[in-house]
């Protein structure tokens, strides 16, 4: 799943507390998950043998590092600005039949356990491919405080194959930004050559500089690489948070050193060993079928849903066809099409939070303005704004193989295909038997013939693994299967809520990892967490002035998901207005002062320009609001960047909210 900053919102509401209001203002979610995930298919992994070798501890505790061999530093690293992160490197075989041979330097970053430290919890976020290296840096301080993880260690890593850690390049940027978004339904000899290019160029790129050495980037060897990082922390046992393929990562060490497994949260989890074709076909497209039509069911019955209508799935397919008949060009030149729609689409669908940026996506794409569009599906894919690709989508596919669970042939492609197209017209629809054919064969031209291990926990150390019921990109029968793989030292807990990866996103599910990895707590048997409820408007909400030159409430779903305004933590509301940031706060101060509130000093808690700050309690009732201004440079800092496409241009948004006390 996909990293994202830490929201701004977190660090504002949470500051406030020292704002000077006689009580306590406090937050309980810090989402480093970000609202768009990481890719089109969903992982797999392999286990090797069981390695019992380690530590026979059994206390369920990790000692304080006494021979760290490690060098923290300070990180000089783009991402990576907090002075509280350090980094490191650690140099492991790339071949651990071979120790002697070619190696690789893992990417480390920590945030270093805060008093008597009881040892490190490491995370990794999914994909495979994902960085856990920006995982830490962007929502570490989030997760150090919302998990109560003072005495650990939180330290993230590139697995091998992803960017800093030998990021896998099999092509150029160049290649991949023309195949990015090739159309998957080719009406010319053209189109068809294109798909031809996108997919037998990777495999000979990959194939041509890696050769025999691509099934080297494995998840066995991902969790031996754990195991390195465990004995250079000078640690007997670690604890470890894995979302989505994560949690097969997790699965797959625990398997092979059971006895140095502390704790394990595994958080969406992935376990598609033993899986037959037609499972490892349909289980996603079904998956995501299902969420599409509740989403679609959502926009009709919701005003503020900019595609909403009598028959949203109708006007979605019709989109489709004509992006398909006609792409949009967006300000940069490139195409937007059916795939770039397909994908945008199935990016917003992993979070409930994303459906209304996917509205707005789709309705700037019916007036002719793909911006939207391509701003979700680029960030799903890895992209930047000048072209710039992590290495997600090329090393995504090499572990997949190198894993070996996605590679049983289909005894009958053209049934599937069919089968396929019935059971999900809009995420299958286009699926064809060579396609079907191409994807096994794929992961043999690449790395051969892999089979993988099974996956069994023999220790003592507690495990929670997390499934949901409406996931659509992990299905809770892969919790199931895996909660009963870990033993009895294992507690699943079911989420009923929309949506992919919950840490600190669900109040009852972070609570409860929060518990594990701390204290070493499993919850009660048959668990079920349910989503958080929405925060209910203030009953002194609609007597708030508004001063002139303000907007009435706008939905803005782009500028709400960088702030982290979440309707189930915080009351808020977003309006426009062409005065100045500082103007629209002198304007509100002067407004609101009129109805018995009063103005006090709060430190400003965003180091953005062209960001200004209110802060006002009514005495009486103990209200208190804050409202923040972002003016139009504002948005060309990195952390808003990905709000721009709300945003029209000489405008400052201000955003009102209420801040609990």
Excluded at 186 to 198: F, I, M, R, S, Y
Excluded at 456 to 463: A, E, K, Q, R, T
Excluded at 498 to 514: D, F, P, S, V, Y
Excluded at 529 to 546: G, M, R, T, Y
Aim: net charge negative; charged share 20%.
């Amino acid at each position: 799943m996909r990293v994202g900053h830490r929201p701004l919102a977190i660090a504002v509401i949470t500051l406030l507390a020292a704002c000077g209001t006689s009580s306590e203002v406090h937050t309980s979610r810090a989402d480093p998950l970000g609202s768009v995930p990481t890719s089109s298919t969903e992982p797999t992994g392999t286990t090797g043998p069981s390695d019992t070798t380690g530590p026979s501890d059994t206390t369920g505790s990790s000692q304080p590092a006494t021979n760290s061999t490690l060098k923290w530093g300070p990180c000089n690293d783009p991402n990576a600005q907090d002075p509280a992160l350090q980094c490191a490197t650690l140099k492991v075989p790339l071949d651990y039949d071979n120790p002697s041979g070619d190696s690789v330097d893992l990417a480390l970053i920590k945030i270093p356990a805060q008093g008597d430290r009881i040892g490190a919890v490491l995370f990794n976020p999914g994909g495979p491919g994902a960085s856990g290296f920006d995982f830490v840096a962007f929502g570490g301080p989030g997760m150090a405080s919302g998990l109560g993880l003072d005495k650990l260690d939180l330290i993230g890593f590139d697995p091998r194959g992803v960017d800093r850690s030998g990021g896998i390049h099999c092509v150029t940027d160049d290649f991949e930004d023309k195949h990015l978004y090739v159309d998957d339904t080719p009406d010319t000899p053209e189109e068809q050559a294109l798909k031809d290019e996108a997919n037998n160029g990777f495999i000979d790129g990959c194939v041509q500089k890696y050769g025999d050495k691509l099934r080297l980037y494995s998840t066995v060897n991902t969790a031996r690489d754990m195991d390195a990082i465990r004995e250079a922390l000078g640690d007997d046992k670690i604890s470890f948070y894995g979302g989505s393929y994560g949690t097969y990562l997790g699965a797959t060490y625990a398997s092979m050193f059971p006895d140095r497994v502390r704790a394990m949260v595994l958080d969406s989890a992935v376990e598609p060993n033993g899986d037959t074709a037609e499972q490892q076909f349909e289980t996603q497209p079904v998956a995501f079928e299902s969420v599409f039509n509740r989403w679609a069911a959502w926009c009709e019955g919701e005003p503020t849903c900019d595609f909403t209508g009598a028959d949203v799935a109708g006007r979605w397919d019709k989109l489709r066809q004509q992006l398909d008949d006609a792409p949009l060009a967006g300000k940069d030149g490139r195409l937007a099409n059916n795939t770039t729609l397909f994908v945008a689409t199935q990016s917003a669908l992993y979070t409930e939070s994303g459906w209304p940026f996917l509205g707005q996506a789709l309705a700037d794409a019916s007036k002719g303005d793909p911006a939207g569009l391509f701003a979700i599906a680029d960030s799903y894919n890895g992209r930047d704004e000048t072209g710039k690709f992590t290495t997600l989508m090329q090393s995504f596919p090499v572990i997949e193989c190198a894993s070996g669970t996605d590679n049983t042939p289909a005894a009958d492609p053209e049934a599937l295909a069919a089968d396929l197209r019935a059971k999900a017209p809009r995420f299958a629809g286009s699926v064809q038997a060579a396609d079907i054919v191409f994807e096994t064969d794929r992961c043999n031209k690449l790395v051969g013939s892999v089979k993988p291990g099974p996956i069994s926990y023999s220790g003592d150390g507690p495990i929670v693994v997390v499934g949901g019921t409406n996931d659509p990109a992990t299905p809770i029968r892969w919790a199931t299967k895996l909660a009963g793989e870990m033993g009895p030292n294992a507690r699943m807990v079911t989420y009923t809520g929309e949506g992919h990866g919950q840490l600190l996103a669900n109040n009852c599910l972070t609570a409860i990892a929060a518990a594990l990895l701390s204290d070493l707590t499993l919850p009660e048997p048959d668990t079920t967490c349910e989503a958080n409820p929405v925060v209910p408007k203030p009953p002194w909400w609609d007597s708030l002035p508004i001063p002139d030159g303000y907007s009435d409430p706008v939905q803005m779903p782009a500028v709400s998901a960088a702030l982290g305004a979440s309707p189930d933590e915080v009351f808020s509301e977003l309006r426009t207005t062409k005065l100045g940031a500082q103007e629209a706060i002198d304007a509100y101060s002067n407004s609101i002062r009129r109805i018995g509130f009063d103005q006090f000093d709060a430190p400003l808690a965003i180091p953005i320009d062209d960001v200004a700050q209110g802060v006002y309690a009514e005495q009486t009732s103990g209200a208190v609001l804050a409202v923040i201004a972002f003016g139009p440079k504002a948005f060309d800092d990195e952390a808003l960047q990905s709000a721009k496409v709300d945003v029209p241009p000489d405008t400052t948004v201000v955003w009102l909210f209420e801040v609990k006390t």
